[in-house]
């Protein structure tokens, strides 16, 4: 290994979403735990949740300033140009500045320019791809990278055999270790009844509010169940309107969820979207799912993740057009059959690779440690 005095840097581009910035957090709290004497530094853009979620985390974060090409024409786009030529001028100074050893992808747009200009500075780049289909930065790092982590098989086919690593996605270190009857006590939720987790993002997903909304009565009611639902800072307000607490005592609705191993604790189902993140902890909690993939993502990935894990048993799956009329009636029959459940626990379990940011961070830490013998 390198020597203990000596400190290398690793930079992490990953931007947009907590699917490209929580997978990046874990590598790098794995790099920090393998090696006491290494510096991480982040790259990300001023809009997007990564500029408060990293520093949260404990590292600092650079800004770049770019964004994507919107598939409507938009103000954005006509700035696109001179956004990448600022960008790429950017990343050329902060590669300058910060002589990192290695530089990883974890998607998003502000990874291209900076992935891109590493390349052509000979600093190793190393691709984690969340996908099934694979986000256009990635599938454009491809090429030039030096080793490429993915957690589908699907993923596989859109990169050089030769530098695939299926290792799966990294998650949170903490989801698995909640006390299931002290998670519960959290919520409020008593030990004798089913509980639904309902997640929508941190924005929140309309047609998953929708579905519930239209399902509340019979599945509150009805089946009985405590009802978790995190429906997005977008509809929390709309939504406390429209619903009257005091009626349905056994619902928590939430714009936010702060303590997810709580909740997945606590939950018997979970519905959610199939970004490739939400799959993993399902995969690493063992948390039977509903899935309804989000229609409007690039490359219908959602769909792919979501088609993985139920061919594997470990989720059902519902289109985002079917799910209000049959959400209530493929939750009810799924938490009255608990065989059905602990074989889905089972498949999910199966699946899971917890050990992904660690095996990531090995491969890091040997691209080092060949370049400084």
């Known amino acids: 290994m390198p020597s203990k005095q000596a400190t290398y840097r690793v930079m992490i581009a990953a931007g947009g979403t907590g699917g490209h910035v929580y997978p990046a957090i874990s590598i790098a709290d794995a790099l920090t735990a393998k090696m006491a004497h290494i510096d991480i530094a982040f790259v990300?853009?001023?809009?997007?949740?990564?500029?408060?979620?990293?520093?949260?985390?404990?590292?600092?974060?650079?800004?770049?300033?770019?964004?994507?090409?919107?598939?409507?024409?938009?103000?954005?786009?006509?700035?696109?140009?001179?956004?990448?030529?600022?960008?790429?001028?950017?990343?050329?100074?902060?590669?300058?500045?910060?002589?990192?050893?290695?530089?990883?992808?974890c998607g998003g747009y502000v990874a291209g320019p900076v992935g891109w200009m590493a390349s052509r500075f000979g600093i190793p780049v190393m691709i984690q791809e969340q996908n099934s289909y694979p986000g256009v930065t990635n599938r454009m790092l491809g090429s030039s990278a030096k080793r490429i982590f993915t957690a589908f098989?699907?993923?596989?086919?859109?990169?050089?055999?030769?530098?695939?690593?299926?290792?799966?996605?990294?998650?949170?270190?903490?989801?698995?270790?909640?006390?299931?009857?002290?998670?519960?006590?959290?919520?409020?939720?008593?030990?004798?009844?089913?509980?639904?987790?309902?997640?929508?993002?941190?924005?929140?997903?309309?047609?998953?509010?929708?579905?519930?909304?239209?399902?509340?009565?019979?599945?509150?009611?009805?089946?009985?169940?405590?009802?978790?639902?995190?429906?997005?800072?977008?509809?929390?307000?709309?939504?406390?309107?429209?619903?009257?607490?005091?009626?349905?005592?056994?619902?928590?609705?939430?714009?936010?969820?702060?303590?997810?191993?709580?909740?997945?604790?606590?939950?018997?189902?979970?519905?959610?979207?199939?970004?490739?993140?939400?799959?993993?902890?399902?995969?690493?909690?063992?948390?039977?799912?509903?899935?309804i993939p989000s229609p409007f993502v690039a490359g219908d990935h959602q769909t792919m993740n979501a088609r993985s894990m139920q061919e594997l048993g470990a989720a059902e799956m519902l289109s985002d057009d079917e799910a209000k009329d049959t959400l209530t009636e493929l939750v009810t029959?799924?938490?009255?059959?608990?065989?059905?459940l602990r074989r889905m626990n089972d498949a999910a379990l199966a699946m899971a690779k917890p050990f992904a940011a660690e095996h990531i961070a090995e491969e890091i830490l040997h691209e080092i440690e060949q370049r400084h013998d």
Request: net charge positive; proline share 5%.
């Open 44 to 105: 990300g853009t001023k809009n997007h949740m990564e500029w408060t979620a990293v520093p949260k985390a404990g590292y600092r974060i650079y800004p770049i300033w770019v964004s994507g090409l919107q598939r409507r024409f938009t103000l954005s786009n006509l700035l696109f140009p001179l956004k990448l030529i600022v960008s790429l001028i950017q990343s050329f100074w902060l590669l300058q500045r910060l002589k990192p050893a290695v530089m990883v992808s």
């Open 153 to 291: 098989p699907d993923a596989e086919d859109y990169f050089p055999a030769h530098k695939v690593r299926m290792v799966g996605n990294p998650t949170r270190k903490n989801l698995v270790h909640a006390n299931p009857s002290k998670a519960r006590a959290s919520f409020n939720i008593t030990e004798d009844r089913s509980v639904l987790l309902v997640l929508g993002g941190s924005l929140g997903a309309k047609s998953i509010n929708e579905a519930l909304l239209h399902s509340l009565d019979t599945l509150h009611d009805h089946a009985g169940l405590y009802i978790i639902w995190q429906c997005g800072k977008r509809y929390i307000d709309a939504l406390s309107k429209k619903i009257d607490l005091e009626e349905y005592p056994r619902l928590r609705l939430l714009a936010y969820l702060d303590d997810m191993p709580a909740a997945y604790a606590a939950a018997n189902l979970v519905v959610s979207r199939a970004g490739a993140s939400s799959c993993s902890e399902f995969m690493v909690t063992g948390t039977p799912s509903v899935l």
């Open 333 to 340: 029959r799924l938490l009255a059959d608990q065989e059905q």
